[in-house]
């Protein structure tokens, strides 16, 4: 363990539902806090309040939620250092503004965006490197003046100390940015309001943040950050920039390949131990071949360092073989009471001790809990309407088949899948048919469908006088 207690932040700019990759930053972020025994915070970055919105806010609070993500310090739970929403913070940051201005390490720049723009333009001609020029950053007073009294519109601009910037990253290494690289940037816009810049250093500073995990589509930001810090009187947090994650193309993963949101995952039927334990592993490994990993298990084997700087790709079939894997391992009241929602979603009504009883015969076979409906309609519903596949089957079989096989069932003591079974074979028998062909028949009248969990067991819980009825129907 380090000594200073380390404290994590996961600083989500909510628009709906969280993106995988936003997922797995924040995954590694609270891993490492929990694996450290430290302190994971929730900061919700809603400065833009032309896009945040109040339901994208308990969306991240859902999600997070869903995932067992649990933050000791954040918007909802307090904490010491409230408030953790970047909107109620403003007068913070205007503080510090104020400070950087008085110390000099920011100045009013009134340049308008038009002659940015064309010295920008000029720059690239010269064929020098774009970016902002330093033309504010020596006003003399008497120019200052002259602005002022013109009303000119100012923002406000940081002094970025101009040297060779490295970022010592857990993940990337170390990262070098050139003096001249990083040009001075905007803290403060015209309107009043922060830039993010300013605000995730001064929240970083004063929420005593010891790691910074985060995309590296930031990782430009962190000697900016850091340099914020420093002129603040603060030493940095230490940075680990986790590579995006792709799709299947290696281009970023984007809704063009599919599901990205956490709630499209949720609604597919995937568990949220099998979405964490795989995006665990999506540019982590522990070191040894396990793939199935609990909570309990990644936490004690997570470290920052074996983090992988390559990006990786995702992939849909490993989840859902993970997902299939954490549906066979949950227990049938457990496993019952996930798949309800997908049940009642479909307009099923399950009884609990049916639904319980149910699970054995259908966990081996489900990816995800969407399967549940189609598998189990047959016996939460009488309205059962015969897919094609089924009226063929039926169809094909020997006149007056399913009846004899009502007839059968209707003296099978006691109902059991092991006496179901027994007789069915012994019926197959004397109308000299495959087991094959003898049950599908049997299984497309009593299910409806020519796909179904395992025939006896299926009809045991269905009950004696709901198969015989719908043999008789069918037959
Ligand atoms: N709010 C930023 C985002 O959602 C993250 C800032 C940070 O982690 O430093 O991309
Ligand atoms: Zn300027």
Known sequence: MSEVPVRCRFAPAPSGSLHVGNVRSALFSWLFARHQGGTFVLRVEDTDASRVTEEAVAGVLEDLRW????????????????????????????????RLLAQGDAYHCYCTGEE??????????????????????ALTPEQVAAFDAERRASVV??????????????????????????R??????????????????????????THVVRGDDLLASAPRNAAV??????????????????????????????????ESFREQGFLPEALVNYLALLGWSPGDDREVLSRDDLIEAFDLERVSSNPAAFDTEKLTWLNNRYIRSLDDDELGARCLHFLTE???MPDPPTLRAAMPI??????????????????????????????????????????RVADALEAVEPWTAETITAEL????????????????????????????????????LLGRDRTTERLRDAG
């Open 229 to 262: 810090i420093e002129a603040l009187g603060g030493t940095p947090p230490r940075y680990a920039h986790v590579p995006q994650v792709l799709g299947p193309d290696r281009q970023p993963l984007s809704k063009r390949h599919g599901s990205t949101s956490v």
């Open 362 to 403: 259908v966990k081996e076979r489900m990816k995800t809990l969407t399967e549940a409906p189609a598998l189990l309609r047959f016996l939460f519903t009488d309205d059962l309407e015969l897919n094609e596949k089924a009226a063929g089957l039926i169809a094909k079989a020997p006149d007056g088949y399913l009846g």
């Open 346 to 348: 479909e307009g099923l």
């Open 425 to 460: 074979d012994a019926l197959a028998g004397r109308e000299s048919l495959s087991r094959t062909k003898a049950f599908q028949p049997v299984r497309a009248a009593v299910t409806g469908s020519n796909v179904s969990p395992p025939l006896p067991e299926s009809l045991d």
């Open 67 to 98: 995932l067992g993500l649990d933050h000791d310090e954040g918007p909802d739970v307090g904490g010491p250092h409230e408030p953790y929403r970047q909107s109620q913070r403003l007068e913070i940051y205007r503080e510090h503004a104020d």
């Open 116 to 137: 940015l723009e064309q010295r920008r333009k000029a720059a690239m001609a010269a064929g020098q490197a774009p970016g902002y020029d330093g033309h504010c950053r």
């Open 157 to 182: 601009r940081f002094r970025m100390p101009d040297r060779e910037w490295v970022v010592d990253d857990i993940v990337k290494g170390e990262v070098r940015f050139a003096p001249g690289q990083l």
């Open 184 to 209: 001075d940037f905007v803290l403060v816009r015209s309107d009043g309001s922060p830039v993010f810049l300013l605000a995730v250093a001064v929240d970083d500073l004063l929420m005593g943040i």
